[in-house]
């Protein structure tokens, strides 16, 4: 009951904030209305990712057919998400095993931000470097609604595996249809307060919170002999401490390092299991203040020395030292 009264009430209030930011003439008020629906498509998105999980109406097959609508008109096809989380959970502060010759990823970037370690970045092509800064440049954070919803999670799935990915078919369509119908019937100030500034917001919001959940002053990369489930939820998530308002409209997902321990655990209950657990009681924390937002996204690479995150200015200043070091 608890669970059908958090869909219920959210999805509801989504579409009443949808419909006002439409229909309302007062932009002030019209703009307030995108603001909401926007956040409140991020709470939407909690509930489709708790039922993915399994924590949430999981045997509901009115749930089911809910979220898959949703999924599909959020850029977000059921497969490719469950795909991409599921191997990001299974895998979380776990260091990718390769070569040391080769530039490859520290972490996976598959369903994560990629992470390198500075010796990589130093050997690193000037093409790579690029990439690597564009994968978590602040405006790939802004523009998430673009470069991860519609990019990561449905273009770039359908044109390396079509067949596979052709859930991203439907999202594209669905998606493409509510903004062609939106214009075409309703105008561009429409289109623009009730569709794309909500998933532009949401968008934003969400990729920031999950960059924030993995990317903090305190993360640890695991060494891979010493890595578990357990070590990899504690010591590379984080808990985003927010307000009562913020945590309601992001579904308790600060509670991150909980939700990684046990992905089972319906986001409501999040607070309660971790106030009732120890181990759990010491998190590394962060939150929305503007230093630890700068913070956060000013920590760009894994020092393997260091075992932290350090700035790509590190790396140059530790690339400067070695060359005038071999210049002595």
């Not at 959940?213 to 990369?221: D, L, P, S, T």
């Not at 590190?314 to 060359?323: C, W």
């Amino acid at each position: 009951m608890r669970s059908w009264w958090c869909v219920g009430s959210t999805f509801s209030a989504l579409v009443a904030a949808l419909i006002a930011a439409a229909l309302v003439s007062w932009w002030p008020l019209r703009a307030a209305a995108s603001v909401f629906g926007g956040l409140l498509l991020v709470r939407a998105f909690i509930l489709f990712h708790d039922f993915h999980h399994g924590s949430l109406l999981r045997k509901s097959r009115l749930a089911n057919a809910l979220f898959l609508f949703y999924g599909l008109v959020a850029l977000t096809p059921p497969r490719n998400w469950r795909h991409s989380h599921n191997f990001h959970h299974a895998n979380v502060g776990k260091p990718i095993v390769s070569d040391d010759s080769e530039y490859s990823f520290l972490t996976s970037d598959v369903g994560s931000f990629p992470l390198v370690t500075t010796d990589k970045w130093q050997r690193a092509s000037t093409l790579q470097k690029i990439h690597y800064r564009v994968t978590r440049h602040v405006l790939t954070i802004v523009l998430a609604y673009a470069t991860v919803f519609f990019g990561s999670l449905c273009l770039i799935p359908l044109l390396q595996s079509p067949r596979k990915n052709w859930e991203s078919v439907l999202s594209l369509l669905t998606h493409a249809g509510f903004i062609g119908g939106l214009w075409i019937f309703a105008g561009w100030s429409v289109l623009f307060f009730s569709f794309l500034l909500p998933f532009t917001i949401a968008g934003m919001v969400g990729a920031y919170l999950f960059f924030a959940q993995h990317n903090f002053e305190g993360m640890r990369v695991v060494p891979i002999e010493e890595w578990n489930h357990y070590r990899g939820s504690l010591e590379s998530s984080s808990y985003l401490k927010l307000g009562p308002v913020m945590s309601w409209f992001t579904g308790n997902i600060g509670y991150h390092h909980v939700h990684h321990v046990n992905s089972r655990i319906p986001f409501y209950r999040l607070p309660e299991a971790m106030a009732a657990i120890p181990e759990l009681q010491q998190p590394f924390i962060t939150t929305l203040r503007p230093r630890d937002v700068l913070g956060c996204l000013r920590l760009n690479l894994w020092d393997s020395q260091k075992q932290q995150l350090v700035r790509f200015r590190d790396a140059a200043n530790l690339t400067s030292a070695r060359n005038n070091g071999s210049g002595a």
